[in-house]
């Protein structure tokens, strides 16, 4: 079982910044695939970016060059710096991961509950 715990959301002014993490817990064997989403109202579910247990990382174009994403393997802990913040970019952003764990030796997708970021004047 793996457990997802996000933080960082908030509100901010158009052109600000937020830090989101992610830290993951529970009988971890490994973690493969780590991504972020987000969903607004109305809206279904986009995938903003994402990075593998290497480190190679895709955006989705609405966030390329504003967004990074990275994660800290030693911490289990996925990160998405979030810069010139718009507000298209209001949602309730989610953490998903692609993990094993000791009593399972298939790989599971889990996902965080979600933190509220909210960009407006």
């Known amino acids: 079982q793996v457990q997802l715990v996000e933080s960082g959301g908030g509100l901010v002014q158009p052109g600000g910044s937020l830090r989101l993490s992610c830290v993951a817990s529970?009988?971890?064997?490994?973690?493969?695939?780590m991504e972020w989403h987000r969903r607004s109202p109305g809206k279904q579910r986009e995938l903003v970016a994402s990075i593998s247990s290497s480190g190679s990382t895709n955006y989705a174009d609405s966030v390329k060059g504003r967004f990074t994403i990275s994660r800290d393997n030693a911490k289990n802990t996925m990160n998405l710096e979030m810069n010139s913040l718009k507000p298209e970019d209001t949602a309730v952003y989610y953490c998903?991961?692609?993990?094993?764990?000791?009593?399972?030796?298939?790989?599971?997708?889990?996902w965080g509950q979600g933190t509220q970021v909210t960009v407006s004047s």
């Open positions: 529970g009988s971890i064997m490994s973690l493969n695939t």
């Open positions: 998903k991961v692609v993990g094993r764990t000791w009593e399972n030796l298939s790989a599971f997708s889990y």
